[in-house]
């Protein structure tokens, strides 16, 4: 089954501290990984896709299949960063539906 | 910002009536979702379309209805038969074969 854990409901940091927000997956299969954000008052959107290997707003993830994670990291949090993470996988081949996880509230304190 | 629109942004409904939300999208995009988000559940997919006259069931479609009768619209209406219909509902739509979805705003529904 396709199933996408985020153990943390609820992450808070200092501005300036390091960010790793924790994602595991099951999946039979290679499963494409993505982190969608959702911004106060915005509406939800991508944050970047495994297979583009970009960093975006200085976040990265990288996916590690033999532990079956794709956790998101930034090296100095932000106070714009504060925002709702969910992380979501899907297959690569034909139609794919997305499985989001439950969501990590990242709260970042000045 | 264009893309993909949804209305209302908030409607409330009695209990027992059917309600329509509206989702429409100028993406181009084949395909088209439906998910509800409730506190820490994360996103549930109720429905999704890839073309037009076709769609298929998602993890909680009970109580739920859609249809896709043009390619930019794909209305979602919460029937009776949804024991908790209060929720926010996004609508999202994508190319075929890319996984990257585009969200719409939302519809907040709240059950009186």
């Known amino acids: 089954a396709q199933r996408v854990t985020q153990p943390e409901k609820l992450l808070s940091v200092f501005k300036g501290a390091p960010v790793e927000l924790k994602c595991n997956y099951s999946?039979?299969?290679?499963?494409?990984l993505f982190w969608y954000v959702q911004y106060s008052r915005q509406r939800l959107q991508l944050l970047l896709r495994h297979i583009s290997r970009e960093s975006i707003k200085g976040f990265t993830a990288d996916l590690n299949k033999g532990e079956t994670s794709f956790h998101l990291k930034k090296p100095f949090a932000q106070e714009e960063d504060s925002a709702m993470y969910y992380c979501a996988l899907s297959g690569r081949s034909g139609f794919q539906k997305l499985v989001f996880g439950t969501g990590t509230r990242l709260l970042v304190s000045p | 910002d264009g893309g993909i629109t949804q209305s209302p942004k908030y409607l409330f409904r009695k209990e027992g009536q059917n309600v329509t939300l509206s989702c429409e999208q100028n993406?181009?995009?084949?395909?088209m979702y439906w998910y509800r988000q409730d506190p820490g559940q994360g996103l549930r997919l109720i429905y999704y379309s890839q073309i037009v006259n076709d769609f298929q069931k998602g993890d909680i479609a009970e109580g739920y209805s859609v249809s896709r009768e043009k390619k930019e619209s794909f209305p979602l209406t919460v029937t009776s038969a949804q024991k908790n219909p209060t929720a926010f509902y996004l609508c999202?739509?994508?190319?075929?074969?890319?996984?990257?979805?585009?969200f719409g705003p939302g519809t907040r529904l709240t059950v009186l």
């Open positions: 999946y039979s299969g290679s499963p494409e």
């Open positions: 999202a739509s994508s190319n075929l074969g890319n996984g990257e979805q585009f």
């Open positions: 993406l181009n995009h084949d395909a």
